[in-house]
């Protein structure tokens, strides 16, 4: 069967673009997965391992049917099928995620990936096959045919990772892209089959988007303790997916501010006063070791509440943040000082090119569950302490252990005693209860140890729920008992994500356990009957 001109150039949009729509699979899927098993170093090991297993099963087994089945009509009903089954993916991520959270952090993504998207790109994986057999047909030389027809296909991978990351998470929603690019992959088969075949009732599945068509719905429901949760905004932007969500229970109303299901920061409405003990310490502790201090820098705005603090001490402030979408967030809905400066950059890259020495200098960034290891390391800490004034104090907010597994705890000090002359360790929960974890708030500076001068800060006003924690903690600092195993972290070796996995995996047993599933679901689209749901309690304090 000989093919038209027209049919080959068909053929090599149908290559690049089957090739650029894998690749949106794979980015998406971070933003599908991460609010319940947070963007680590094992989601994305996750996520490329079902899509290398997808890819070459589905090379293996479309070379295999092409060679059987050589008809374009079964290539473009491949193509048609795979672009249903990336429509249904919004829909089925709820059941299939809560599922696959009982099988833990690792053994959780890996399967919630592989029944998510690997049936899209084992699809999309018996394109390249098929599209090599129909085209060698046509094409006398077959290494220059199978050459092109890749190099076709990995231009599209490169196009759609770029387009994934660059446009298209910023200005449509994770549900959005998948229904869009699972459409043009129905339409792009139905192409075919009308001009190619003159089959015109295949028109009709170019029907089947319009039925999963999102509508942004308001997550507000009443919890068994009779607490009224509302997811007030949800939105990805290019490093994540942020919420904002609304406790309220009687005359009580809380806010808190999520990224990827981690909650950074929260206020009581009536008050605007943070509800979590962390911020007040990196508030008090550096300003008490440093009183007449001029100026600070806070990396990592989360809702702005820290830097808004020092700036009401008469302290000039900046803030560096890398995501533009959380300034909005923090301006829109928590008060967040416009006069502030925030420079919209990642925090090493700022540290390289200011020329500006700050009194303060407070480190409280997320990536997922944990602190990124670019900002952990002893070349970042140095890096840090040129920045910093003579009388200059650091101060870090970091997620981890004090009694149990404290590998990457006394890593972190270890790493912040080799650059500074003195590290004090102040944990932000009640040390003598639990399980040792939570938010720990590190201070380092150089010089004799100073005496904490609480009698200078003329606003130390805490929230009851945060009150006895944070003044516990700030009567005298933690001492973590030495880990011989303790390493000095650095840019060539700094393995946080591998050693520290117990400890996000209780992250986010917490988080699945106070958080509504809806809420982290950001479900955007109406769910089917046959989808239900159980529901966690948020129980306020």
């Known amino acids: 069967m000989q093919h038209s001109k027209g049919f080959i150039a068909y053929l090599i949009i149908t290559a690049a673009l089957c090739g650029a729509l894998v690749m949106v699979v794979e980015v998406l899927g971070s933003r599908v997965i991460g609010p319940f098993f947070g963007v680590s170093l094992f989601v994305w090991t996750s996520l490329i391992t079902v899509t290398m297993v997808a890819l070459a099963a589905g090379y293996a087994l479309g070379g295999h049917w092409s060679d059987r089945k050589s008809s374009p009509d079964w290539l473009y009903g491949i193509i048609m099928v795979s672009g249903i089954l990336e429509i249904l993916i919004p829909a089925l991520k709820g059941p299939i995620l809560q599922m696959s959270l009982p099988l833990g952090l690792r053994w959780g993504s890996l ?112 919890m068994q303790d009779g607490t009224r949760v509302e997811r007030i905004t949800n939105r990805d932007s290019f490093y994540g997916n942020l919420k904002v969500v609304d406790y309220s229970y009687q005359s009580v109303h809380n806010r808190e501010l999520l990224i990827d299901g981690l909650v950074q920061g929260g206020i009581d409405m009536s008050s605007g006063k943070s509800v979590y003990e962390y911020a007040y310490l990196l508030q008090f502790l550096p300003f008490a070791l440093n009183p007449d201090g001029k100026n600070c820098l806070v990396i990592g705005l989360g809702a702005g509440l820290v830097p808004a603090w020092y700036k009401a001490q008469g302290v000039d402030t900046e803030v560096v943040d890398i995501d533009p979408a959380v300034i909005e967030i923090a301006r829109n809905y928590f008060g967040f000082n416009p006069a502030i400066p925030v420079h919209v950059e990642d925090a090493r890259y700022f540290l390289i090119n200011t020329k500006q020495r700050y009194d303060f ?52 000090i270890k790493t912040l005693q080799s650059v500074f002359d003195q590290v004090a360790i102040y944990p932000a929960f009640d040390t003598s209860s639990g399980e040792g974890t939570g938010n720990i708030e590190i201070v380092a500076y150089d010089g004799m ?31 973590l008992q030495p880990n011989d195993k303790a390493m000095i972290l650095s840019d060539n070796y700094n393995p946080v994500d591998f050693y520290d996995l117990w400890l996000k995996e209780q992250v986010r047993k917490i988080i699945l356990d106070t958080t509504d599933f809806d809420i982290l679901l950001s479900q955007s689209d109406a769910k089917p009957v046959w989808m239900r749901e159980t529901l966690q309690q948020h129980v306020l304090s």
């Open 111 to 222: 399967t919630s990936a592989f029944l998510l998207f690997g049936p899209t790109l084992f699809l999309l994986g018996c394109v390249s096959p098929y599209v090599v057999k129909i085209a060698a047909r046509e094409m006398h030389n077959i290494g220059k045919t199978v050459g092109s027809f890749y190099a076709i296909s990995t231009v599209g991978s490169v196009i759609g990772t770029l387009l994934t990351g660059f446009v298209l998470i910023a200005y449509l929603g994770v549900n959005q892209i998948f229904l869009l690019t699972g459409a043009m992959l129905i339409a792009l088969g139905v192409v075919y089959f009308v001009f190619f075949r003159r089959m015109w009732l295949s028109v009709l599945a170019l029907i089947i988007p319009f039925l999963f068509l999102p509508h942004e719905t308001q997550v507000s429901k009443v």
């Open 449 to 479: 140890i100073r005496e904490l001068q609480f009698d200078r800060i003329s606003n130390m006003s805490i929230h009851p729920l945060a009150d006895s924690n944070v003044r516990l903690s700030m009567q005298h600092p933690f001492v």
């Open 361 to 412: 200098m407070v480190l409280d960034v997320f990536n997922g569950d944990t602190t990124p290891g670019h900002l952990l390391s002893v070349e970042a800490m140095r890096l840090a302490k040129q920045r910093l004034s003579p009388n200059g104090v650091l101060a870090v907010n970091l997620v981890g252990s004090i009694k149990h597994h404290t590998l990457m705890t006394s890593s972190v």
